[in-house]
Nanobody, 114 residues
Framework: VQLQASGGGLVQAGGSLRLSCAVS????????LGWYRQAPGKQRRLVAQ???????SYLDSVKGRFAISRDNAKNTIYLQMNSLTPDDTAVYSCNVAPRPTLRWGQGTQVTVSS
């Protein structure tokens, strides 16, 4: 099983980023998936999830700013992040949702400057 997140970087407040996570080794199209983030000194938490039927849900603090999507043909999920704030600074990773059951991949760092 591999979870390969990419697309992070340094962005100014108000900016946007699009994250990608390529998933291998699982039945992708029949698995609920999500994006998680872990800020320094804090616990990892689920910020967005998408079901096998493309139903989505979000952490309250990112609603209206983040959008999760999936491409079953590419075994990839995405996270479009708009109107970023310094509070969004974290390492972002993907995993099964709502409970992460796979070994974590490396994640991708998102840093938002004020």
């Amino acid at each position: 099983v591999q979870l390969q997140a990419s697309g992070g970087g340094l962005v100014q407040a108000g900016g946007s980023l699009r994250l990608s996570c390529a998933v291998s080794g699982i039945p992708f199209s029949s698995t609920h998936l999500g994006w998680y983030r872990q800020a320094p000194g804090k616990q990892r938490r689920l910020v967005a999830q998408i079901s096998t039927g493309d139903t989505t849900s979000y952490l309250d603090s990112v609603k209206g700013r983040f959008a999760i999507s999936r491409d079953n043909a590419k075994n990839t999920i995405y996270l479009q992040m708009n109107s970023l704030t310094p509070d969004d600074t974290a390492v972002y990773s993907c995993n099964v949702a709502p409970r992460p059951t796979l070994r974590w991949g490396q994640g991708t760092q998102v840093t938002v400057s004020s």
